[in-house]
């Protein structure tokens, strides 16, 4: 079974340009989950799909994030215009039920 | 608020010697809890749960956990520690039966095994 994949692995884009990470979920996991940690500190949340629909969208920072989730499939999560503070790795995850599996992470840097 | 705490930024054990990365939660209710390793340029990957019934869950690579309901905590162990453990390791939360299904993590410790 394939696991969780993200892409790209690493970005380094300038402030205020924009970005696009993608995340494929396992096959058949409803559940699609976006996390970041930045600058070193703690794993946060930032959203949750149940296939296409966003469950919980309470950790997003601002509108400069969307999330998208088209067909229930694979999500993006797009950052426009970056900032410095975005800098950090983003992690995406799913679950069919409680055990969420993580993705290799995407490291963005915004020089 | 819910939390997690990893209150060792560090812990550093020689080989064969039995390790003990600590664990405690703030959380209403009966949590679900986690651990997760990350290995260099590597995702978290998942290691053992707990959800319910005996309090020591064992996992992958040797790893073990206790819960404790009444300290509050879920310590990650393992009987002999081999140098390949050393990595970052994180203890994870979560609450049940609720519309969100987030995870809250701790800090994150840094495992370093000496040879």
């Known amino acids: 079974e394939a696991g969780v994949t993200q892409f790209p692995s690493h970005s380094v884009i300038e402030k205020g340009q924009t970005v696009t990470l993608r995340c494929d979920p396992i096959?058949?996991?409803?559940?699609l989950y976006w996390y970041r940690r930045v600058m070193g500190k703690e794993i946060k949340f930032l959203l949750h799909?149940?296939?296409?629909?966003?469950?919980?969208e309470s950790g997003m920072p601002n509108n400069r994030f969307l999330a998208e989730r088209t067909g229930g499939t694979y999500s993006t999560l797009k950052v426009q215009p970056a900032e410095l503070e975005d800098s950090g790795v983003y992690f995406c995850?799913?679950?069919?039920?409680?055990?969420?599996?993580f993705g290799p992470g995407t490291r963005l840097l915004v020089l | 608020a819910q939390s997690v705490a990893q209150p060792e930024d560090q812990v550093n054990v020689a080989e064969g010697n039995p390790l003990t990365v600590k664990c405690t939660y703030s959380?209403?209710?009966?949590?679900?809890l986690f651990w997760y390793v990350q290995y260099p340029n590597r995702g978290l990957q998942f290691l053992l749960k707990?959800?319910?019934?005996?309090?020591l869950v064992k996992g992958s690579y040797g790893f073990e956990a206790e819960f404790n309901k009444s300290q509050t905590s879920f310590h990650l162990k393992k009987p002999s520690a081999l140098v390949s453990d050393s990595t970052l390791y994180f203890c994870?939360?979560?609450?049940?039966?609720?519309?969100?299904?987030?995870?809250?993590f701790g800090s994150g410790t840094r495992l370093s095994i000496r040879p």
């Open positions: 799909f149940v296939k296409e629909s966003k469950q919980d």
């Open positions: 995850a799913s679950a069919r039920s409680e055990t969420q599996y």
């Open positions: 707990y959800i319910t019934g005996d309090n």
């Open positions: 959380v209403s209710g009966n949590p679900y």
């Open positions: 096959s058949g996991h409803d559940n």
């Open positions: 994870a939360v979560r609450v049940p039966y609720s519309s969100a299904s987030k995870i809250i």
